[in-house]
Nanobody, 125 residues
Framework: QVQLVESGGGLVQAGGSLRLSCAAS????????MGWFRQALGKEREFVTG????????LYADSVKGRFTISRDNAKKTVDLQMNSLKPEDTAVYYC??????????????????WGQGTQVTVSS
């Protein structure tokens, strides 16, 4: 099994920044894509961003383009999400996800087979 653990969530004022981190452990995998999703209260989980195994290919939801940046360190088995210019509508539980079948990220949650437990991000106005 693979375990994903997110960290770095919290409360921040609008316009502020947060950095989320996700660490993978457990069964050794071959190359894989990673992604971040989020779920606001009363809403469906939605794609935020994804990154390829090499880090050379990234995918962003339109709502976060230019504000969020995803990165990864394969040696450390971590993927980070730098969130700048945060807005109240970014408030959600953020989930890290791993797609063991692909090298490049997809925006559909059903493509991902491992998930973290989530970390709360709250942006106050």
């Amino acid at each position: 099994q693979v375990q994903l653990v997110e960290s770095g969530g919290g409360l921040v004022q609008a316009g502020g920044s947060l950095r989320l981190s996700c660490a993978a452990s457990g069964r050794t995998l071959n190359r894989y894509a990673m992604g971040w999703f989020r779920q606001a209260l009363g809403k469906e989980r939605e794609f935020v961003t994804g990154i390829s195994w090499s880090g050379g290919s990234t995918l962003y939801a339109d709502s976060v383009k230019g504000r969020f940046t995803i990165s990864r360190d394969n040696a450390k088995k971590t993927v980070d999400l730098q969130m700048n210019s945060l807005k109240p509508e970014d408030t959600a539980v953020y989930y890290c996800a791993l797609d063991s079948s692909r090298l490049t990220p997809r925006s559909t949650q059903y493509e991902y087979d491992y998930w973290g437990q989530g970390t709360q991000v709250t942006v106050s106005s």
